[in-house]
């Protein structure tokens, strides 16, 4: 079965500093997403990614898929307190199903 | 974005009873929508797919009669924790796609139960 394994597992920064987070998959994906949750709430869409070597940004996070699909990054440029939160990948590895396999998560805090 | 409402956002209820969520896409007509449920500091576990019309598509290990799956309409599909006990609390996340935006699943705020 597919599996999404995201690193680092939390990460605390500086306010001001850039950060990368990574997620790497067993298997080649059909699509890539990027969520942001708030503990004990939903998630919010951030990037969608379904070509290899395709990078997209907003404001200040890039998201990148590599050619093989297998891995991608998301990196916030100087970080702001509210970028604190978990942040998931989510992969697509079985055609248009819709089906998602999440990665465990990345825990982020700045500190002011 | 797309928005797609969870309800109720917080349940607490006697062991035995049954508890239903709604989880209503508002401003897009849903053609799959997804159950999960999440776990205290651990990533989202799919449960189960419906498309609206049919019978949903239940995971490998959740049981499809403890956890009844509706959807019923384009923008309505509801989860039943039927004869709910302490280990079914837990937080219950669903999500939508359809529209313009259709690879994209727009998720609820979720639902968090508790079983006394």
């Known amino acids: 079965s597919q599996e999404l394994e995201q690193s680092p597992q939390s990460l605390i920064v500086q306010e001001g500093k850039n950060l990368t987070i990574n997620c790497t998959s067993s298997?080649?994906?059909?699509?890539l997403y990027w969520y942001k949750q708030k503990y004990g709430e939903g998630l919010i869409f951030l990037m969608m990614?379904?070509?290899?070597?395709e990078e997209k940004s907003h404001e200040k996070i890039t998201a990148k898929l590599d050619e093989k699909k297998q891995q991608s990054s998301l990196h916030i440029t100087a970080s702001q307190p509210s970028h604190a939160g978990i942040y998931l990948c989510?992969?697509?590895?079985?055609?248009?199903?819709?089906?998602?396999?999440f990665g465990q998560g990345t825990t982020l805090q700045v500190k002011p | 974005g797309a928005v797609v409402s969870q309800h109720p956002s917080w349940v607490i209820c006697k062991s035995g009873t049954s508890v239903k969520i709604e989880c209503r896409s508002l401003?897009?007509?849903?053609?799959?929508m997804f159950w999960y449920r999440q776990f205290p500091k651990q990533s989202l576990m799919l449960m189960a797919t419906?498309?609206?019309?049919?019978?949903?598509?239940?995971e490998q290990g959740v049981e499809k009669d403890k956890f009844l799956i509706n959807h019923a309409s384009l923008t309505l599909s509801t989860l039943t924790v039927t004869s709910a006990h302490p280990e079914d609390s837990s937080f219950y996340i669903c999500?939508?796609?359809?529209?313009?935006?259709?690879?994209?699943?727009?998720f609820g705020a979720g639902t968090r139960l508790s079983v006394l």
């Open positions: 298997k080649t994906l059909y699509g």
């Open positions: 990614l379904q070509k290899g070597g």
């Open positions: 999500s939508a796609r359809g529209g313009l935006a259709k690879n994209i699943q727009y």
């Open positions: 401003d897009f007509q849903a053609t799959t």
């Open positions: 989510g992969g697509n590895g079985s055609g248009n199903t819709g089906k998602l396999i």
């Open positions: 419906s498309n609206e019309g049919s019978k949903a598509t239940y």
